[in-house]
Protein backbone atom coordinates (compact mmCIF):
# COMPACT_ATOMS: atom_id res chain seq x y z
CA UNK A 1 0.00 0.00 0.00
CA UNK A 2 0.83 3.27 -0.60
CA UNK A 3 1.07 6.45 1.53
CA UNK A 4 -0.72 9.64 0.94
CA UNK A 5 -1.49 13.21 2.91
CA UNK A 6 -4.74 13.84 1.54
CA UNK A 7 -5.98 18.29 2.16
CA UNK A 8 -9.21 19.46 1.70
CA UNK A 9 -11.35 22.63 1.78
CA UNK A 10 -15.37 22.49 2.92
CA UNK A 11 -17.77 25.14 2.39
CA UNK A 12 -17.11 28.32 4.74
CA UNK A 13 -21.19 27.92 5.84
CA UNK A 14 -21.12 24.59 7.08
CA UNK A 15 -20.17 23.98 10.90
CA UNK A 16 -16.65 22.47 12.51
CA UNK A 17 -19.34 19.15 12.95
CA UNK A 18 -20.08 19.08 9.35
CA UNK A 19 -16.32 19.08 8.76
CA UNK A 20 -15.49 16.23 11.53
CA UNK A 21 -18.54 14.38 10.04
CA UNK A 22 -16.74 14.61 6.26
CA UNK A 23 -13.62 13.56 7.60
CA UNK A 24 -15.08 10.19 8.91
CA UNK A 25 -17.22 9.70 5.89
CA UNK A 26 -13.76 10.11 3.56
CA UNK A 27 -12.07 7.59 7.06
CA UNK A 28 -14.78 5.31 6.65
CA UNK A 29 -14.77 4.69 2.37
CA UNK A 30 -10.66 4.38 2.79
CA UNK A 31 -10.90 1.70 5.80
CA UNK A 32 -13.74 -0.28 3.28
CA UNK A 33 -11.53 -0.44 0.51
CA UNK A 34 -8.47 -2.02 2.68
CA UNK A 35 -6.91 1.24 3.99
CA UNK A 36 -6.07 2.96 6.92
CA UNK A 37 -6.17 6.46 8.12
CA UNK A 38 -3.15 7.89 10.56
CA UNK A 39 -3.11 11.19 11.59
CA UNK A 40 -5.96 13.63 11.12
CA UNK A 41 -5.86 17.43 11.89
CA UNK A 42 -8.69 20.29 11.62
CA UNK A 43 -6.91 23.39 10.37
CA UNK A 44 -9.95 25.14 11.46
CA UNK A 45 -11.56 28.41 9.20
CA UNK A 46 -8.90 29.88 6.83
CA UNK A 47 -9.70 33.04 4.33
CA UNK A 48 -8.90 32.05 0.47
CA UNK A 49 -6.17 33.81 -1.28
CA UNK A 50 -9.11 34.32 -3.96
CA UNK A 51 -12.83 33.28 -3.87
CA UNK A 52 -13.84 29.53 -4.75
CA UNK A 53 -17.39 29.03 -5.68
CA UNK A 54 -18.48 32.00 -3.99
CA UNK A 55 -16.77 31.14 -0.78
CA UNK A 56 -13.82 33.48 0.66
CA UNK A 57 -13.09 30.97 3.66
CA UNK A 58 -13.20 27.71 3.82
CA UNK A 59 -12.35 24.72 6.94
CA UNK A 60 -9.09 22.67 6.08
CA UNK A 61 -9.03 19.06 6.70
CA UNK A 62 -5.40 17.09 6.56
CA UNK A 63 -5.64 13.37 6.50
CA UNK A 64 -2.63 10.75 6.28
CA UNK A 65 -3.50 8.00 4.58
CA UNK A 66 -2.24 4.61 3.81
CA UNK A 67 -4.33 2.46 1.27
CA UNK A 68 -4.06 1.43 -2.25
CA UNK A 69 -4.69 3.59 -5.10
CA UNK A 70 -8.59 2.52 -5.60
CA UNK A 71 -9.09 3.57 -2.57
CA UNK A 72 -7.78 7.14 -3.09
CA UNK A 73 -9.63 7.28 -6.24
CA UNK A 74 -12.97 6.12 -4.47
CA UNK A 75 -12.63 8.82 -1.67
CA UNK A 76 -11.72 11.27 -4.42
CA UNK A 77 -14.66 10.43 -6.56
CA UNK A 78 -17.18 11.05 -4.15
CA UNK A 79 -15.38 14.40 -2.93
CA UNK A 80 -16.10 15.69 -6.70
CA UNK A 81 -19.86 14.51 -5.90
CA UNK A 82 -20.15 16.77 -2.60
CA UNK A 83 -21.06 19.97 -2.74
CA UNK A 84 -19.43 20.74 0.41
CA UNK A 85 -16.01 19.65 -0.50
CA UNK A 86 -14.35 23.34 -2.47
CA UNK A 87 -10.91 21.69 -3.52
CA UNK A 88 -8.84 18.68 -2.48
CA UNK A 89 -5.48 17.49 -2.83
CA UNK A 90 -3.64 14.13 -2.55
CA UNK A 91 -0.18 13.58 -2.49
CA UNK A 92 1.90 10.32 -2.44
CA UNK A 93 5.00 10.50 -0.09
CA UNK A 94 7.60 8.14 1.18
CA UNK A 95 6.79 8.66 4.54
CA UNK A 96 4.23 10.33 6.89
CA UNK A 97 5.67 13.05 9.11
CA UNK A 98 5.93 12.93 13.12
CA UNK A 99 4.20 15.12 14.77
CA UNK A 100 2.00 17.85 14.36
CA UNK A 101 1.96 19.78 10.66
CA UNK A 102 3.51 22.69 9.67
CA UNK A 103 0.38 24.23 9.55
CA UNK A 104 -0.27 23.57 12.96
CA UNK A 105 3.46 24.55 14.23
CA UNK A 106 2.69 27.43 12.78
CA UNK A 107 -0.42 28.77 14.39
CA UNK A 108 1.79 27.65 17.43
CA UNK A 109 4.31 30.19 16.46
CA UNK A 110 1.57 33.21 16.16
CA UNK A 111 0.27 32.29 18.99
CA UNK A 112 3.29 32.46 21.32
CA UNK A 113 3.76 36.69 22.92
CA UNK A 114 6.53 38.66 20.86
CA UNK A 115 10.04 38.59 23.11
CA UNK A 116 11.01 42.08 23.68
CA UNK A 117 9.09 43.74 20.59
CA UNK A 118 10.83 46.30 19.10
CA UNK A 119 9.63 49.94 19.21
CA UNK A 120 9.37 52.39 16.65
CA UNK A 121 11.20 51.48 13.72
CA UNK A 122 14.72 53.61 13.57
CA UNK A 123 16.08 54.97 10.18
CA UNK A 124 13.04 54.46 7.88
CA UNK A 125 11.15 57.16 6.18
CA UNK A 126 8.23 57.61 8.47
CA UNK A 127 10.41 58.78 11.59
CA UNK A 128 11.30 62.10 10.53
CA UNK A 129 10.04 65.18 8.27
CA UNK A 130 11.98 66.09 5.13
CA UNK A 131 10.22 69.44 4.50
CA UNK A 132 9.53 70.72 1.32
CA UNK A 133 11.45 69.17 -1.75
CA UNK A 134 13.71 71.24 -3.49
CA UNK A 135 13.03 71.77 -7.55
CA UNK A 136 15.01 69.61 -9.22
CA UNK A 137 17.49 71.04 -12.01
CA UNK A 138 17.79 69.90 -15.46
CA UNK A 139 14.26 68.70 -15.39
CA UNK A 140 10.74 70.02 -16.71
CA UNK A 141 8.96 71.52 -14.15
CA UNK A 142 5.88 72.21 -15.78
CA UNK A 143 3.77 70.79 -18.23
CA UNK A 144 4.80 74.14 -20.89
CA UNK A 145 8.36 73.44 -20.52
CA UNK A 146 8.41 70.35 -22.09
CA UNK A 147 9.54 69.95 -25.63
CA UNK A 148 6.84 68.61 -28.13
CA UNK A 149 6.52 66.59 -30.67
CA UNK A 150 5.64 67.46 -34.05
CA UNK A 151 1.50 66.30 -34.88
CA UNK A 152 1.40 63.76 -37.70
CA UNK A 153 -1.81 65.17 -39.61
CA UNK A 154 -4.47 62.58 -40.19
CA UNK A 155 -6.23 62.13 -43.09
Known amino acids: MALYEHVFLARQDISAQQVDALVEQYKGV ?14 GLKSLTYRIKKNRK ?48 KRDRDDRP ?17 GPRPPREGGFGD ?3 RPRRPREDRV
Open 30 to 43: IEANGGKVGRIENW
Open 58 to 105: AHYALMDIDAPAAAVQEMERQMRISEDVLRYMTIAVEKHEEGPSAMTQ
Open 143 to 145: RED
Open 114 to 130: REGGRGPREGGFGDRDR
